[in-house]
């Protein structure tokens, strides 16, 4: 791996939460078998409060689970839920529109995909990830060169799926789109 990064901040604050959702749980679990409110609570029910609380803090630790690993086959960007490679060839850029929460990964097909692992609450933290990232990118990903600009007239431009349509049925003697 040349390069990794994590969030920081929200794993500090989500790690601060699911302590505090597991000992709210555990508090609640051992007061609710000590009091005097006519219902009675079981061994059983105290443990399962405990593991509830236990639950609902792995779900808040899902947060700090984002990752960045970029390597010379290309990035592996693991958000809240999987994982996925990504090739150079079909990587284009990483942007962090102004007003995001995270940066976007841009694809070579215009797919956008969220990188979690570089969030703007991280700050400096996230400023250097981005310039690392940004830089090796520009490292092994491929020049993306500019389309060629096509005109109207240029027998060599390659037809689009309505102007194929509009030759077939040209072809067979009924009235294009345009014409009606």
Known sequence: MLFTTR??????YAGVASAIVVGVSVYVSITLRSGDTGVIFRSSDAVAVMLLGVLF???????????????ADGMRVRN??????????????????????????????????PVMAIQAMDRQHAVESLRTARSLIDRFAPKVHEPR??????????????????????????????AK
């Open 57 to 71: 803090a792995a779900g808040l630790m899902l947060v700090g689970r984002p990752r960045l690993r970029i390597s």
């Open 7 to 12: 969030p920081r901040r929200i794993t500090i």
């Open 149 to 178: 600009k096509y005109r109207v007239s240029d027998p060599v431009r390659p037809l689009g799926r309505l102007e194929q349509i509009d030759r077939i049925k040209a072809a067979q003697g009924k009235k294009p789109r345009s």
């Open 80 to 113: 809240i839920l999987g994982e996925k490679f990504v090739p150079w060839p079909l990587i284009r850029r990483l942007a962090f529109p102004e007003g995001s929460n995270w940066a976007q990964l841009e694809m070579a097909d215009d797919e956008q995909m």
